[in-house]
């Protein structure tokens, strides 16, 4: 079920979905997504996915394009901790396919060990798996 889409005037957008199916909330990021466009996608996030309670997210970065978002101190000091207050606890980070690398391949700060468990992936298929492991588990 779409729950919001952003879309920019280059056709770049974020697309938020709760997949009832799978029991997890889905970020698609598609285009060359600005610092700007980037943030208005996190607090949408923020903004939509508070109903839910749902403490997993899968971030499906592989259509993006270009050079993305690069404010990893924005994402830990002002988004997480509103997101960890909505519930979330497992995050599945898809890497873009055009370089295989982000901002979130830097690891975040001791204090969220434990709290918060991000793993970076290549391949959707793997990251849905590890979600899934994480719902067995919990």
């Known amino acids: 079920m779409v ?5 920019d005037a280059d056709g770049s ?3 938020l979905s709760f997949e009832e199916a799978d ?6 990021w598609r285009g060359h997504v600005d610092a700007a466009e980037a943030m208005r996608g996190a607090e949408n996030y923020l903004a939509q996915s508070g109903p839910f309670h749902c403490p997993y997210l899968l971030n499906d970065n592989l259509a993006l394009q270009g050079s993305w978002f690069d404010s990893i101190e924005w994402l830990e000091r002002a988004w997480l901790p509103q997101a960890l207050q909505r519930g979330l606890r497992y995050v599945a980070h898809v890497v873009q396919a055009d ?3 982000d901002i979130l391949t830097l690891s975040f700060p001791a204090p969220l060990v434990g709290v918060l468990e991000l793993q970076l992936f290549h391949h959707m298929v793997e990251a849905e798996e590890w979600l899934r492991t994480c719902q067995q588990l919990a």
């Open 3 to 7: 729950i919001n889409f952003l879309e």
């Open 13 to 15: 957008r974020c697309t």
């Open 23 to 28: 029991g997890w909330l889905r970020a698609t």
């Open 99 to 101: 370089t295989r690398t």
